[in-house]
T-cell receptor, first 113, second 109 residues
Framework: DGGITQSPKYLFRKEGQNVTLSCEQNLNHDAMYWYRQDPGQGLRLIYYSQIVNDFQKGDIAEGYSVSREKKESFPLTVTSAQKNPTAFYLC????????????FGPGTRLTVL | QKEVEQNSGPLSVPEGAIASLNCTYSDRGSQSFFWYRQYSGKSPELIMSIYSNGDKEDGRFTAQLNKASQYVSLLIRDSQPSDSATYLCAVNYGNQFYFGTGTSLTVIP
């Protein structure tokens, strides 16, 4: 089955720890995205990548890092520098950046203890 | 900052009625527009995309775009309880999408 997978579904982090969220897609999409969703707010873009080995900051990149070593994979690291990391994290992908529909994975819910 | 505004809701309609969801955006350069449905605790699911002025119909859903008024809407005909969800409007600006905060819809049986 084609699709986007994210793992883990739930993640608990102690303050001061870095954690990495996984995102994999087998849709042969070139572009991948990371969003954060907080209660009562829309999705906010953290990072996006149009091709392998290239990525761009979104509106709220501070405290996050990404890599794009393979077309299928776009992991997100939430570092200890992110002051309020508790949120629902969504990965998406599309064939390209312009005019193209984005499809979302199931999400990872991160809670800082 | 690019703005995408949705009617605040929550919106309640009886089963079988038409639900109307509205979205305005700030940048006239936007070229593509999307509606997503998000059930509580789940990720957004793409319902419709629209790129040209006018109407686009897909089953019970109709998206309407008016670029001159910077307005996009979603009509849901014959609303069903399973349509109860939050609906997100998304607008493409250059290389990025911007999302509204969503409108919560409840369809009352």
């Amino acid at each position: 089955d084609g699709g986007i997978t994210q793992s883990p579904k739930y993640l608990f982090r102690k303050e001061g720890q870095n954690v990495t969220l996984s995102c994999e897609q087998n849709l042969n999409h070139d572009a991948m995205y990371w969003y954060r969703q907080d209660p009562g707010q829309g999705l906010r873009l953290i990072y996006y990548s149009q091709i392998v080995n290239d990525f761009q900051k979104g509106d709220i990149a501070e405290g996050y890092s990404v890599s794009r070593e393979k077309k299928e994979s776009f992991p997100l690291t939430v570092t200890s520098a992110q002051k309020n990391p508790t949120a629902f994290y969504l990965c998406a992908s599309s064939f390209g950046v312009l005019y193209n529909e984005q499809f979302f994975g199931p999400g990872t819910r991160l809670t800082v203890l | 900052q690019k703005e995408v505004e949705q009617n605040s809701g929550p919106l309640s309609v009886p089963e079988g009625a038409i639900a109307s969801l509205n979205c305005t955006y700030s940048d006239r350069g936007s070229q593509s527009f999307f509606w997503y449905r998000q059930y509580s605790g789940k990720s957004p699911e793409l319902i419709m995309s629209i790129y040209s002025n006018g109407d686009k119909e897909d089953g019970r859903f109709t998206a309407q775009l008016n670029k001159a008024s910077q307005y996009v809407s979603l009509l849901i005909r014959d609303s069903q309880p399973s349509d109860s969800a939050t609906y997100l409007c998304a607008v493409n600006y250059g290389n990025q999408f911007y999302f509204g905060t969503g409108t919560s819809l409840t369809v009352i049986p």
